[in-house]
């Protein structure tokens, strides 16, 4: 089982900005797509931003382009999603998850059938 631990989020002003982190337990993330995903109340969970295990392809959604970078130090076993500009639609619990072999865009757009973890909140609003 692959398992994370997100941390990072909290209550923002619109136009603010928040780093998530994203660290795994019980596996190294060398060689798996990082993606962080997202599931505001009453929507479906959708991927916000992936990246290819060696940080060669990434991938966001056209709602967070420009204002959102994700990163990655396999080395520290972590991955990252830098917030920027924040809007209250981006109000929401944010996940990560990984998938061996995948290409970043395929991973945030099928999504991951796997089991989620604890998620970060993240809360943008005057």
């Known amino acids: 089982q692959l398992d994370f631990v997100e941390s990072g989020g909290g209550w923002v002003q619109p136009g603010g900005s928040l780093r998530l982190s994203c660290e795994a337990s019980g596996f190294r993330i060398d060689y798996y797509t990082i993606g962080w995903f997202r599931q505001a109340p009453g929507t479906e969970r959708e991927g916000v931003s992936c990246?290819?295990?060696?940080?060669?392809?990434?991938y966001y959604s056209d709602s967070v382009k420009g204002r959102l970078t994700i990163s990655r130090d396999n080395a520290q076993n972590t991955a990252y999603l830098q917030m920027s500009s924040l809007k209250p639609e981006d109000t929401a619990v944010y996940y990560c998850?990984?998938?061996?072999?995948?290409?970043?865009?395929?991973?945030?757009?099928?999504?991951?059938?796997?089991?989620w973890g604890q998620g970060t909140r993240v809360t943008v609003s005057s």
């Open positions: 990246i290819t295990a060696k940080g060669d392809g990434t």
């Open positions: 998850a990984a998938l061996p072999f995948s290409t970043a865009q395929d991973f945030c757009v099928k999504g991951w059938q796997g089991t």
